[in-house]
């Protein structure tokens, strides 16, 4: 005999374990299906690991340069199976917190395969035997893996994915990370400031290709000043794998070039994961982005919904899963909910970090608007100077005509928490006025927000006048 429960959910993921506490909260039956445990690739190898190993390049980086401060450190090194123990330590704590939350909520978990065998029918292979599962609603949450891409080479032995490079036995003397979104600015940033010699390689006229164009300027600028090598308009064409590393090939404007290296790390995307989930008991097809859905995250087919990086809308962004799955549980039991994808912010946890929200200036631009922009470079912030992490700046653009607030964009640290404001600023459809009558506290980074806004329309009060 079938389980029966009010709805199931497979994959337990930022989205789906985000959707099953959400739906326990409003009184429903739920049970999560997953092949391994709680957390899905963000809690188990991707954004908390990441983050974790972000940290030791960061505090290795301070420790090296705590003469500035006054603080004398001798002897600074940095121990990579260390670091890597804390890494594992930190997603221990953080997926048996998750596994503690759907426990205490009621929410039954179920570690296994799920196939659909009809709309409402799933069978799930579990390590002891089989168990079919009945659900009023079905979410589809399994997320994505790395995408690959018809480079000769690019399954060898010493190419390695996100998870692979943070499981390295030893810390690689070179690296050529290939793509500069998230994930490969991110590694370019904790294996430069480890001492690792990093080329780093992208297809696309600039890094950070998704987020305005300054901000990629200003992470290219502070990568270089690091050592980092960046290629961009290059297109890896094949990699050689010898005893002792890799040749990595490319084609670049000035012609052909490769680079010797220890490891390539591929960092080309991610590929939504579509296969041995039944679809096509149900008629879906889903394309390369995914399963299609509406605002409410419905599939085609009824009482089925798609959520997270398998879905086909949306941005592949952790919070934008749990967000869509709030969406998807509530309407399933009855409330109005909708997806709106206007103020999502994306982040890129570099040192220093990178944050967006909105239209960025070109797409603005594109719109036909009349753009007015405004910068505050974070060397004229009194905290950041204080704190001797100047590297930055905060960039709005808004609407010449109505004053909107269309975008805002972040270089500097911490730059992931002062989003939140430019965030609720386009949420709430705010304009400059309403920015600039906002007290802002000091001393702070927020501070720069405010001056940038201020900036727009020339009024910023610690920019020096021009000559």
């Given at each position: ?125 579990l390590e002891d035997g089989e168990e079919r599962v009945q659900a009023r609603q079905i979410l589809i949450a399994t997320g994505s893996r790395t995408a690959r ?53 992208e297809m696309l006229p600039r890094i950070a290709p998704l987020m305005d164009q300054s901000v990629g300027e200003g992470l290219a600028w502070s990568l270089e ?32 070039r490769a680079v010797e290296v220890e490891v390539v790390l591929s960092a080309i995307g991610r590929s939504p994961n579509i296969e041995g989930l039944g679809l ?188």
């Open positions: 005999m079938a389980l029966q429960t009010d709805i199931a959910i497979i994959g337990a993921g930022p989205g789906g374990y985000v959707a099953a506490l959400r739906a326990a909260q409003m009184g429903a039956d739920v049970t999560v299906i997953d092949k391994r445990r709680a957390g899905g690739v963000c809690l188990n190898e991707g954004c908390i690991p990441t983050k974790a190993m972000l940290r030791t390049a960061e505090v290795y980086a301070l420790a090296r340069g705590a003469g500035t401060f006054g603080v004398g450190v001798q002897g600074v090194s940095l121990d990579w199976g260390a670091a890597q123990k804390r890494m594992r330590a930190v997603v221990e704590q953080e997926v048996r917190g998750v596994e503690m939350l759907l426990s205490r909520a009621g929410v039954r978990l179920l570690i296994g395969e799920a196939a659909f065998m009809r709309p409402d029918i799933l069978s799930v292979r891409a018809p480079i000769p080479g690019l399954d060898g032995p010493r190419v390695v994915d996100h998870w692979g490079a943070l499981n390295l036995e030893a810390l690689p003397a070179s690296v050529c990370i290939i793509g500069a979104g998230a994930i490969g600015l991110e590694f370019a940033s904790i294996f430069c400031e480890m001492g690792v010699e990093v080329t780093l390689v000043r690091r050592g980092v090598e960046i290629l961009t308009s290059t297109r890896v064409t094949a990699i050689e794998h010898g005893a002792e590393g890799s040749r990595v090939a490319m084609a670049t404007p000035e012609g052909e096509e008991v149900l008629g879906l097809k889903p394309t390369r982005a995914g399963i299609a859905v509406d605002s409410r995250m419905h599939t085609a087919v009824p009482g089925v919904y798609a959520i997270g990086d398998v879905a086909a809308e949306g941005p592949m962004l952790a919070h934008v899963a749990s967000h869509q799955g709030i969406v998807a549980v509530e309407d399933a039991l009855g409330h109005t909910a909708r997806m709106d994808y206007s103020a999502v912010p994306n982040c890129i946890f570099t040192l220093p970090e990178a944050a967006s929200v909105g239209l960025t200036e070109e797409q603005a631009r594109g719109k036909g608007i009349d753009v007015a922009t405004g910068v505050f470079a974070l060397a004229n912030n009194g905290k950041a100077v204080a704190y001797g992490d100047t590297e930055g700046f905060v960039k709005v653009v808004a609407d010449r005509e109505t004053d909107a607030v269309l975008g805002v964009h972040v270089v500097g640290p911490h730059a992931s928490d002062l989003i939140l404001e430019g965030t609720v600023a386009i949420a709430l459809e705010s304009t400059l006025d309403e920015i600039e009558r906002t007290i802002h506290p000091h001393p702070t980074l927020g501070e720069a927000i405010a001056e940038a806004v201020l900036a727009v329309r020339g009024r910023a009060l610690h920019l020096p006048r021009p000559r």
